[in-house]
Structure formats: C-alpha cells, structure tokens
C-alpha cells in the first residue's frame, strides 16, 4: 500500500467518524446503527489479525470473500484499522481495489437509506 493510499483510507475513516458523531449528535442516525459498525468493525478486525497469525504460521486461513462481506456489510472500518496498525492485506492490489468498492457500496447504501426517497419508498409500500 502507497503512502498516499494510506494517508486516503485514514482520512476517509476519520471523516466517517466526524460524520457519524455529528448525526448521532443531531439524532440523524440511530444508536442501533452505531451499535452496528461498532461490532462489525471490533468482528472485522478481530478477523483480519486471526487471518495475519494464520499467515504467519502457515495455518487455515480466512477467505478473502468473508472478509470483503464483513466490509460490505459495515466492518470495513475495522478492515481499513487492521490494514494500518497490522499492515495485513495491503500488498494485494486485487484485495484493496475490492475493499474499496465494498467500503463506497456500504457508504452510498447507508446514504440511500437514509435519504428522504427510501422513507418515502417505506411508508408507501410497507
């Protein structure tokens, strides 16, 4: 991983932080959904570093499409923390090009959820 793609995953994770709190300030976002990313980003990293000891020891590893769905599926944080502090996955240019699109699919998902067109698609037809 490039200095510069690191300074990048660092600066989206703290945005998404400083994003995060300001709607849980403002009660724009549930505290379930905090709940959420917390858990699956504590499960994810927790899986990238049994994957980096495995690795290390020649033992069974995690699939790389298990992690990718913690990712899309909100533990891509964690991921993103592992890869930093762990410098687990970084070297794969495949692995990091899928991690992103996972991260941009959960971040435009979580944005349309929360939009005015999904609330008005769920009181109209649920």
Wanted: proline share 1%.
């Amino acid at each position: 991983m490039s200095r510069s793609e690191h300074s990048i995953s660092l600066f989206i994770a703290y945005c998404f932080i400083l994003i995060f709190s300001v709607g849980l300030c403002f009660n724009l976002i549930s505290k379930n959904l905090l709940l959420w990313y917390g858990l699956l980003t504590v499960i994810s990293f927790a899986f990238y570093a049994w994957d980096k000891f495995q690795a290390k020891k020649d033992g069974w590893r995690i699939p790389e499409k298990h992690l990718h769905v913690l990712s899309l599926v909100g533990g891509w944080f964690g991921a993103l923390l592992a890869q930093h502090w762990l410098r687990h996955k970084t070297s794969k240019v495949s692995f990091r090009r899928l991690l992103w699109l996972t991260i941009l699919v959960n971040i435009a998902g979580l944005i349309w959820v929360h939009s005015q067109h999904f609330q008005w698609l769920l009181t109209t037809y649920f």
